[in-house]
């Protein structure tokens, strides 16, 4: 069955870098593309962008312009999502999902926390 | 787009009808507006897209309407489950949006 398995959580200074795993099973990765979704603690569903894992060209959302970067490698079926320069409002969980709006079917990870904290 | 949802907070009671509202500063295009449900410390989960449109497994207790700017999600007869959180997205572009979210809360 299609699970998407995410990396533990993380506690990282102010300036530092993470990067979180999505590992897909159950389906390859290239089929679908892949979207990154963050909510901070207390707070709502933030979009981050997503990535076409058939081509590799990412799409980020405009907040996180130069600090992001989505990547893929197809041989271990994962995606990835790093950021630099963290910022302690970067604290968050950090959601992988692949959902396909046009059949309604969808699968999440279960989320990473990373916190950014001196 | 910028999307409101109303209210901020529902408070009723098991069996009761829940009407969620979700606006948006512009026209949606194709009605690419989807609901998700979120459960405290559970990641979110798709109920509707396009405005109207049942995910795979969501019970018919659901269900979404809604054109342009104004959408709707109704739940008929909430069960204990479905006290969470409650979010609408815009999906239409570039960056997608959500909604702040509705939370559903015991009466």
């Known amino acids: 069955q299609v699970q998407l398995v995410q990396s533990g959580s993380e506690l990282k200074k102010p300036g530092a870098s993470v990067k979180v795993s999505c590992k897909a099973s159950g389906y390859t990765l290239s089929s679908h593309g892949m979207i990154w979704v963050r909510q901070a603690p207390g707070h709502g569903l933030e979009w981050m962008g997503w990535?076409?894992?058939?081509?590799?060209?990412?799409t980020y959302a405009q907040d996180f312009t130069g600090r992001l970067v989505f990547s893929l490698d197809i041989s271990v079926n994962t995606a990835y999502l790093q950021i630099t320069s963290l910022k302690t409002e970067d604290t968050a969980m950090y959601y992988c999902?692949?959902?396909?709006?046009?059949?309604?079917?969808?699968?999440w990870g279960q989320g990473t926390l990373v916190t950014v904290s001196s | 787009t910028v999307l409101t949802q109303s209210p901020g907070t529902l408070s009723l009671s098991p069996g009761e009808r829940a009407t969620l509202s979700c606006r948006a500063s512009q026209s949606i295009s194709s009605n690419y507006l989807a609901w998700y449900r979120q459960k405290p410390g559970r990641s979110p989960r798709l109920l509707i897209y396009?405005?109207?449109t049942r995910a795979t497994g969501i019970p018919d207790r659901f269900s979404g309407s809604g054109s342009g700017t104004d959408f709707t999600l109704t739940i008929s007869r909430l069960e204990p489950e479905d006290f969470a959180v409650y979010y609408c997205q815009d999906y239409s572009t570039s960056p997608q949006t959500f909604g702040q979210g509705t939370k559903v809360e015991i009466k």
């Open positions: 990535i076409n894992t058939n081509s590799g060209i990412p």
């Open positions: 999902a692949r959902i396909d709006y046009g059949s309604g079917s969808q699968y």
């Open positions: 396009g405005a109207s």
